[in-house]
């Protein structure tokens, strides 16, 4: 397969049992016909998992999805950008729970906080009702987490992490765009880890946001 400026991606294979092949496309902005025409990080993510092309491949939960796409595309510098491929294997076959979108939002609005020389009153309520959310999860059972999937329902991801993405945005003006640029990959390599820490008894963003709402 011809390939447009492609890279090399060696030792990847292991993520699925199709053949990967040996070099995948460059990361750009946007959505593409095709490889050949290049790739978003998602769809960059669906080509090494083995899968048909796409940017909403199954093997990512939706929102930690729609927040890998918002950054591919709001990035400027293509180098920067490119980097973002090194996430790729680990936006593989990460397991939807139902506080995945919650994760993903409150590192979203932690970010925002954190650029904020007087913490913004609405992005701190909004925070403050994310963590609950997270912490009622933690608490609770079968019908807390059906209570979650209702909320999601009414709610859906890609609507509420796009939200919570504005904020970051917002907040992120006032920097060089190399700044901003560094910030978005940084937030889309926290939420990615946080994601991927959701087993864990006390969540990294629930300590990050606990610190901005204490």
């Not at 990847?12 to 199709?18: E, V």
């Not at 040996?22 to 490889?35: A, E, I």
């Not at 504005?166 to 939420?191: C, F, I, Y």
Request: with cysteine; proline share 7%; charged share 20%.
């Amino acid at each position: 397969m011809t390939m447009k400026r492609l890279v090399k991606a060696p030792g990847l294979a292991m993520y699925s049992c199709r053949p990967v092949p040996d070099q995948l496309p460059l990361l750009t902005r946007g959505w593409h016909r095709g490889p050949e025409d290049g790739a978003c990080v998602m769809e960059y993510v669906s080509v090494l998992a083995g899968s048909r092309f796409t940017d909403h491949p199954r093997c990512t939960p939706p929102a930690l999805a729609a927040l890998a796409r918002l950054v591919n595309d709001r990035i400027v510098d293509d180098g920067v950008r490119s980097k973002l491929a090194l996430l790729a294997p680990d936006l593989i076959g990460i397991r939807v729970q139902p506080g995945t979108t919650q994760y993903v939002i409150a590192s979203c609005l932690v970010t925002a906080a954190a650029h904020q020389p007087v913490p913004h009153q609405a992005t701190q309520r909004r925070l403050a009702r994310t963590c609950a959310r997270m912490r009622r999860l933690e608490r609770g059972g079968r019908w807390t987490r059906i209570w979650l999937r209702g909320w999601e329902l009414l709610n859906p991801p890609n609507i509420t992490v796009s939200s919570a993405f504005q904020s970051v945005l917002e907040q992120l003006r006032g920097l060089t765009q190399h700044q901003r640029d560094e910030q978005l990959a940084e937030l889309l390599r926290t939420a990615v880890a946080d994601c991927r820490m959701l087993t864990s008894q006390r969540s990294a963003p629930a300590r990050r946001a606990g610190a901005r709402t204490g």
